[in-house]
Structure formats: structure tokens, C-alpha cells
């Protein structure tokens, strides 16, 4: 049997229905925030989330599904070096002289000592550069360059053996990669980086301040558990804009947070908490990083061995640890708060006193730091006692220097994702699938030989908005299609013969109160309306 790979899932009926009920409520919402709807590919260029979401991430550096597209055999540590160091696609041949490596250039980052028998140019050649290669003018003088083989990833198919020379050394290209454009590609781990880029390329700070949300599927390579999937969906919203357009103002992170409350309370959700931290400029949080590292110094070895590395890494992911044992070091670690500086802690302070005003409770959670790199000031989640360990129906922060960070201009901007299989689940107690299921109005049965009569009719019922599940005749009993029309949950049976079609008046039965009634067509529908 061939299943469904493990960490997704298939959401089957009745709980697409809940599914469906929490879109429509989060339409709705949003809707009344003037938020309107992007969608965005689920695949992008792996460099995007690289760039985006951050190197150092668990997302990007373990939970990413990236593949190569359209390459034939790429090596792709060495692609990814190349990748992420490229200052731009068609430097000129000139610049590739190696005598002239340098930090810009794309030589030495291709050029990989420690693999010895690797030199690599990997760069995209036009055909004109490709006859230039081939007279080995530019890389004259290359005596440094000793290797067996060599990548060239190309815009233009080459001939098969192609060789050249470089410094009168006869060079066979032994692999060449053909496409017109060469790349690796990811499943996107989450959306802000797509909504963000898309921001940048249709020139969005044309509108001013953006209002945008998503729904939609997102991909992460973890371990699944209760509540974590490597398929999961999330419902998310980015308000982002030029800073002329207030897209900084702490009031766009209070209406965001108070959207939120609306948007849980309004799907019944009422035991939710919301956390709130700064975690300060891109510059404060260094100062803070660097402080960590220096008070983890003496104590990491006490602690677990994801702290071990993080407490040289990335020390700020430390305060994410949820090893019990690892707690009480954690407390007594610096906070950030004390490093806010003035203009970050003014905002903060905006912050909480819209909310304050606005009747939206909250706690404040020094430790709370998130896992995106990206994120500044305003970091935020809203947790919920029903999920356990996993317990973060969402999370979100401000990210005012990604859109630079994506080779935009400058776009402060604060967004979350709500996780909406969580979001489901701790719906799913108080309000079963079955509760928001529209089950059908009327189950129509029709006798032998009346199929088109019966179609017919529920053509002519179904324009009047009513859900009708229509039956055929290959029921010989009536009692069959009774049973059918109980088990599909129908008020009401509709009974289609000949005698009735003659007589234009149809036997219509509620099934709840047993009570029979010949009603003529024309009054049907009311009738079934009730
Ligand atoms: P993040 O993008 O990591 O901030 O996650 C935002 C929200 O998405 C979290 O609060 C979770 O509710 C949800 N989420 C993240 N990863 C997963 C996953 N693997 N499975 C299900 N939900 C997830």
C-alpha cells in the first residue's frame, strides 16, 4: 500500500469543514482590517530563504526541502558556495582572472584548496563569453590553478569535450551543466520571505503601507510529533511599506496584536495568552548576542548539547531551550531588555500602552526571541493550554531591515503566521467538525426510470442555494434510499415517481419529524427553506 509520506497528512471531510470555518472566520477578520489576500509560489530560490530567513537558522541550515532544478549532476556544496558568495551572474571573464582573486570576485570562493582536486569557475557564460573561454585570453598567467576537473554551470549549451588552455595547459571541461537558469529551489519553510521579495520585485512601496495576508501550505524537514508536521499550513498577515508610509509606528504592531485577539476570540478561542518581548535593533541585539556569549562561556558545559553549540553560534537561540535542566542557568542570564537603548524601548512602551488602552491583555516575556533571524523590536506568540509541548498557535515580530537584507529598499514591516493545524486542533474540543458541517437539505430519491426527472429537479433547487445530495435509481427499495438520505444527515427526503412528475407535486418528508407532505414544485424550495 502506498501511504501518504510521513510528517503530511490527507485532512479528510467532516474536518475540512472546520478547516473551511476557520478561513472563512479569518477572511472576515481580516477583512475588516481592509487586509487583502497575496499568494505567492510554494517553491522559491533556495537563496531567498538563505538570505531571508537566515543562515544560521534550524529552518535553513536542517529543515529545508531544496533540490536542484534543471542541472544535470551539480555538486551542490559547491553550487551553494558559489550561490551564496556571487556578487553577480555575468562577471566578465576579465574579473575572473585568478591573479585577481578577491573578496568580490567569484574566483576564490569557486577556487577550493581543501578539495585539491576541484578548481571550479562556476558562473553563467554567454555564448560570446564561451569563444573568449575558449582562447583562454582572460586566464592567462593561471599557474596557481591546478585541477582535474572543472564546473562550469552555463547559460548555453557547449559541445561535448570542449576544452581550452590555460597557461598553455590543455584543460577538457569534464562536466558542464546546462541550463538556461541554473538553480536551486526550496519548498518555502514559511511565507514572509516570499511576501517580502514579491514586495521588492512588483515595487509594492508604490501603494504605501501594505496590508496583505496568506493561507496556505509551508514545508519544514522536522521531526514529526503531535501538532508538528513537514506539510502544516499557515494563515499568516504582513503590513509592510516605506517608512514615509508609518509602516514603523508602533501602532501597526498594536493593531496587528489586537487583530489577533479578535480573530481567537471570534473562533471561541478564549484561553489564549499573548507573550510580548522587544528584541531590540539589529545593532542592540549584537551587543546582547555578545553578552550571552560571554556569560555562556563558563556555563555551557553544564547545559545541553544544542546549547553547547548554540552558546557559540548563535547564543540568543539558547534562550529557546526547553531542557528542564537547562532552565535555571537560563534565568539567570542577561536580558534583553537591558540593552534596549531609547528609541527601541520608547517603541516597546507604545506598544504596550496601545494595547493597554485598547483592552488587549498581554505578559511580557524577556526570554521570548523567536526563531527567525530576521526579526526586530516587537516579537510576539500567542500560546494556548490545549497543545502541550507545542503549545505556540503562532508567533510573529517586526522585521525592519529584511526587505534590505533581500536587496530591496528600506521596508519596516511586522507580519505573524498562525499555525493553522494547531490553530484547528485547539478549536476542535469545543467546536466538532460536525457543528459547522452544512449537511445536505434534502436528500432526493428518485423510483425507477426517474433519473433525469430527479436531476431535473435538484438543478432547479440548487439555484435556490439549498445543498441537495441527489440519489438514482438503482435503490430497488425506497427504504434503501431512506437509509442513504439519514446517513448523509438530510432534513429532508424528496420522492421523484411517475405519479409525481404527472401531478407536478412531489412527496417531501422530514426526516427528523417523520412528517409527509405532497408539495407542488413551484413551492419546493420554500418549503425546504423552511
Ligand atoms: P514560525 O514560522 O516558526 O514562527 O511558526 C509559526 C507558527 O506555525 C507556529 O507557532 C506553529 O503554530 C506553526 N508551525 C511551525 N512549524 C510547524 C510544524 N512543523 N507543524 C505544524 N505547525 C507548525
Redesign the pocket.
Known sequence: MIKAVRGTRDLLPPDTALWNFVEAAVRDVFRAYNFQEIRTPVFETTELFARGVGEETD?VSKEMFTWEDGAKAADYAIYKKWMVSKRSADTPLAAMDPNMATADSPLPTAYLPDKKQYVVFAFRVSAEAYRELGRAKALKNSGVLQFDELLLVTSEPAPEGFSFDIGGMKVKVERILVDANPQFITLRP?NTAGVVRAYIEHKLWDRGLNKLYYIGP?F?R?RPQK????Q?Y?IGAEVIGPPASGSESPARDAEVLEMLATLLDRLGITDWNLELNSVGSSQERVKFNEALRVALAPLKDKMCADCQRRAVTNPLRVLDCKVPEDQPIIEELPRITDFLEEESRKHFDAVQDILTKVGVKFTLNPRLV???DYYTRTAF?FTHGALGA?N?????GRYDGLSEALGGPAAPGIGF???E???VMSLQEKTPAESVLRKPDVYIAPMAGMNADAAKLARELRRHDLVVELGDDSFRKLKKSFEAAEKAGAKYILIVGENEVKADAFALKNLATGEQVSVPRAELAQKIQG
Open positions: 529552518i514559511e509551508q519544514r522536522e501538532g508538528r508536521y513537514r502544516f499557515q523567536r526563531g527567525l506568540e507545542q505556540a498557535i503562532l508567533g510573529g503566521a498562525i499555525g493545524d494547531r490553530l
